[in-house]
């Protein structure tokens, strides 16, 4: 259901929008003194109320998560939050950080006294410049006023917030690719166990939540954790509240759009984003971010055996609401809810071809399956493109990409391999005509 | 000679080196500093002052500079103009865009133009996909792309 919310954006189109007096003047800085009135345990059990599933792509419950840190240790904890924002088809954190970063400001604030956390760190890659700019501006406003330092807003619960850049590597997304980066060190994804709420920044608990999730926090503390909860038509899918949908590639009006969950692709495709360009036809959607599913429109949607799913059985995967179980229920993604949308003017293949170049550039080269797949599958899919391929070439990216899953220390290997194995699947006549015709193409274009 | 920082990027590194538990943090917004400072570059006197100053060693350091890609381990133009060309952006004619890049600049992408006023690289997705297409230029977005606006923008460029 569309319905759209400003608890983030309401800044976006304000002349300083991003300065602490705007944001105070539309109510800012209410939830954070809220919070600090209350105990550690209350502010996570409002936050688990609110329903909030991670931003950054996972879609793990930000209370559960925030639950997980120790509650007594002789370390120091941390809150790192992650602005690598690198997933192709994803512009939604630069928003916040560039037009509405008290936010964020204030939402680390919030987030650093629910884990017991005296510092955090906004880890921003390095190519967003006035995204930086505009927080560490945020961050001297809101020292100057005394919100941050030794007796923030007057209490006794010592914070400071510090932005740390990148510097170019989509693998810094990882979670713990980021800490090692954080840590002055290469940035290679680390195994998992340990996971960062015991061994994590430096050595110490930590929590690493991505920029939209923790912005949207201090929103929790003003209307209550139920009642934002509620807003979402997914509150029985335990995801709740309002976030941002992006949509980019083939449609008249690309952009961010801030609604309730419960929006559906074809509200983002055809209402927000104004129907595909040229008034042609969908060819194919990428719900959020590259390493999501391709799908096409006419997907039918068929979850069995769950009264939740009745209303959307039977429809096309275009009117389900966008939410993380509900798109992980018929074996696809949401991601970061921000779609790459696909007119039938454009030749999937090379769409294919595209990322997996992305993917063999990117992969970190730690994992044999990854590193190895990934270029394997790129020079098969080269072949294609030139017309050299084979059948069985085809059958064995699909072979390929399987046994990347689930063999690799960190999720890029699935981010990697669920697209190629999307694309065989459901784009396999387009590449066994470029098989059978050595190379020929309807369209050989990616262009409108 | 060996490198060393102006008086003003030394209180910056001192001001970076206070965020941190240790030094070995301040590793890579450093190495940014320094690269600035050097004509965006990492030379080898980089690596050995960056090692010295944060007690690493210049092999760590090293590791580091490979690794990621903004580090540029050999000289560079005065300008460096990055086109992306993932997915969203070539939906939009990211492809034109580089092309046009490339037939101006009388250079293939990452390389530098005769001139040595830009280097001319492709990048991987820059979060500007809902404007593509889109280049950066040094550190400034320029989005929702057009052939004459790449025009305007290299003119500049190449007079400045
Ligand atoms: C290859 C890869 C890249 C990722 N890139 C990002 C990213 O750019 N931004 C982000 O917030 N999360 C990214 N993630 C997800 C993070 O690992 C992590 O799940 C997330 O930051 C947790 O925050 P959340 O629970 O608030 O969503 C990436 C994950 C993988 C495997
Ligand atoms: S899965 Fe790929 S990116 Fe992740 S650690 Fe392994 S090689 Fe690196
Ligand atoms: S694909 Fe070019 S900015 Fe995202």
Redesign the pocket.
Known sequence: MLQRTTYLSHSYNKPNGWSLSAYEAAGGYRGVRRALSMTREQVIDEVKKAKIR?????G?D?GT?WSFMPKESRKPHYLVI?A????PGTFK?RTIMELNPHALIEGCMIGCYGIGAHAAYIYVRDELHLSKERLWAAIKEARAKGYLGKTPFGGGYELDIYVHTGAGA??C???TALLNSLEGKRGEPRLKPPFPAQYGAFGCPTT????E?IAIVPTVFDVGGDAFAKLSTLYPFNDGGARLFGVSGHVKRPGVYECAVGLTLRELIYDLGGGILGDRKLMAVIPGGSSCPVHLPDEIVNVPNDPRFEPYNGKSILDLPLGVDTFRNVGSMLGTCCAIVMSDAVDPVLAMHNLIRFYRHESCGQCTPCREGCGWIERIVNKVVAGTATREELDQVHDIASDIMGNTI???GE?AAQPMLAFVKRFRKQLEDYVDTGGKSQTHRLEL | MAFALSAERERELEDILARYPNKMAACIPVLHLCQEQNQNWVSPDVIDFVARKLDLSAAHVKGVVTFYTLFNQKPVGKHQVWVCRTLSCALRGSDRILAHCEKKLGCHAGETSKDGKVTLRTAECLASCGTAPMMQVDKQYYENLTIEEVDRILDRLTRS
């Open positions: 991670g931003r950054g792509g996972a793990f930000c998560k992650n690598d924002e690198g997933e954190d989509y693998i997304g990882e979670e690493v939540n991505n920029v999730t960190c999720a890029f981010g």
